[in-house]
């Protein structure tokens, strides 16, 4: 009979035990790799000859496991990389060092490029024999694409000098504006310290450290001052610097805009010097505010440009970046677009005041029925049925007839904004001829004006109420004021708190 078996060691019970967990780890890990599909994950032979094959690297690039098994993994490179021997320069590296990692152009089976990060790691047995290599592949094409176009953007502003600099304030990147307006290319400048650009009496006085400090400790810094340019000129500038951090708050370093406002300090001067001698000729004083009004217009217009540079950023930092912010970050870029459309309606609102005081108004016949029509039209559809109307036929002003429609139309608007929460608005426009004039009411029932207030409203930037109850840039009623006169007319109001309003407007009758 043979021999009873000898039963089995502690160690050897644990020893099996280990094998089958091992060997269920295994079989996970395959799972698990089998079923990703944001990953190309496959296995190269010494050689680097493909050994396995997942779902993701079919999706990504093209090739069935039956087509690529066995191929040298050099087929997803492209001829300037195979000109250089890339893929056996790849598997060197992570020979010597383990491991290989980079991003650039790799092909599909289709031929179409895609940019990839790449990860390449030996692996080897316990005796350190290499068996082979484990690839990663992911394809970076959107986020490569989004970077692509943020830097496009960037390189293509020459209004503004934008580059960033170190936590040291050395100069790290540098765009087609900083070079047109300091006078340095990118490869004079980026390593040298940003106080190359300002004065010798700031830099001794220490202003650049001051400036990185404020940012670093504040968020951001902002101010104007002379610059000095790479021929040594000087430019008087409007500077902002932005702390940038990473996701642990550590310092990483520094943005920094810059704007050549030379032109606006000049006109600044030029304006300083007609303030100091109006109280000497106060005789010239419609002279001067012309000219403080030409001032207005001329920094309106200039605030455009950079009103849409913020929108632009905050609209490509949302629209790439989004699902990369927090919850707070987005509030923020809300907060920016929504100040970015008030200021914009308030610079076209300030513009058209200037306007109204500089052109020439040539005065025409105007039919008053067609330019109430005109206004009504350009108040929402929603809106127009709360809008009666009472005008007759052939009523003719003699008026600017552009310039009357925006003043109908900014009362019309005002009368519908201001009536009381819960109730519906409505607004009568009614106009009659009287004595050879031409005489226009428009009367609301909303929440009235009182009786201390009724010249206080037709001011510039004037206000009764927040914006966030009634929204508005409080030019409105500046400009109707403003237009009336110009045409030879006469404005005047019957207002109560809680008994609505009547403007009344008087005309020149063709």
């Known amino acids: 009979m043979p021999a009873n078996p000898r039963p ?18 295994g079989k996970i890990f395959r799972l698990l790799v089998e079923r990703i599909q944001d990953y190309a994950i496959f296995l190269l032979d010494t050689d680097g000859c493909v050994a396995s094959w997942n779902p993701g690297a079919e999706r990504m690039k093209g090739y069935r496991r039956d087509e690529i098994i066995g191929k040298h993994f050099s087929v997803f490179y492209t001829e300037p990389d195979l000109a250089i021997r890339k893929p056996w320069h790849e598997l060197e590296v992570a020979a010597e060092t383990g491991r290989y990692e980079d991003e650039g152009w790799r092909l599909r089976k289709d031929g179409t490029r895609f940019w990839a990060n790449v990860i390449i790691t030996a692996v080897r047995d316990e005796n350190g024999t290499l068996l082979g290599f484990g690839k990663i592949t992911r394809d970076l094409s959107e986020r490569r694409e989004a970077e ?3 830097r496009l953007l960037i390189e293509g502003v020459t209004d503004y000098a934008i580059f960033s600099l170190d936590p040291h304030g050395v100069v790290t990147s540098w765009n087609t504006g ?17 106080s190359s650009f300002y004065t010798p009496e700031d830099a001794e006085t220490g202003l650049p450290r001051h400036v990185l400090k404020t940012a670093a400790e504040t968020g951001h810094y902002a101010g104007e001052g002379w610059r000095v340019r790479k021929d040594g000129t000087r430019f008087w500038s409007s ?6 951090r990473n996701e642990g708050g550590e310092l990483i370093g520094f943005s920094k805009i810059t704007r050549d406002m030379s032109d606006r300090k000049k006109l600044l001067d030029t304006i300083q010097q007609h303030a100091d001698e109006l109280e000497l000729r106060v005789a010239e004083r419609e002279q001067t505010n012309a000219e403080l ?13 950079p009103l849409r540079a913020i929108e632009g950023f905050a609209d490509m ?11 707070q970050a987005k509030i923020y870029l809300e907060q920016i677009a929504t100040a970015t459309r008030r200021m914009n309606r308030l610079v076209q609102d300030l513009l058209e005041y ?9 005065p025409s016949a105007a039919d008053i029925a067609t ?32 310039t009357l429609t925006q003043v109908i139309y900014n009362l019309i608007a005002n009368g519908l904004k201001f009536h009381a929460a819960g109730k519906q608005p409505r607004v009568e426009v009614m106009a009659e001829r009287l004595a050879g004039k031409i005489r226009i009411k428009v009367c609301d029932e909303g929440i009235g004006i009182a009786p201390e207030h009724h010249d206080r409203i037709f001011q510039v930037f004037e206000r009764l109420h927040s914006t966030s109850k009634y929204p508005g840039t409080g030019i409105g009623l500046a400009i109707v004021k403003r237009g009336i006169q110009r045409m030879g007319g006469n404005i005047s109001l019957q207002s109560g708190p809680g008994k609505g309003s009547i403007f009344t407007l008087e005309l020149p009758a063709a």
């Open 293 to 305: 009004e030409a001032f207005s217009y001329s920094v309106s217009h200039d605030l455009r440009s």
């Open 354 to 362: 200037s306007r109204l005081s500089r052109i020439e108004l040539t």
């Open 8 to 25: 089995a060691s502690p160690g050897q019970h644990k020893n099996s035990s280990q094998l089958d967990r091992e060997l269920q780890s």
């Open 178 to 194: 900083a070079q047109r307006i300091k006078g340095y290319s990118a490869e004079e400048i980026v390593g040298r310290h940003f």
């Open 317 to 327: 930092l949302a629209t790439d970046f989004g699902e990369q912010l927090p919850e």
């Open 239 to 244: 500077v902002v610097v932005t702390a940038l």
């Open 371 to 402: 330019v109430i029509e005109n206004a009504r039209q350009q108040v929402d559809e929603a809106m127009r049925e709360h809008i009666h109307v009472t005008a007759p036929a052939g009523l003719q002003a003699h008026v600017h007839e552009p």
């Open 148 to 150: 692509q176009r943020y």
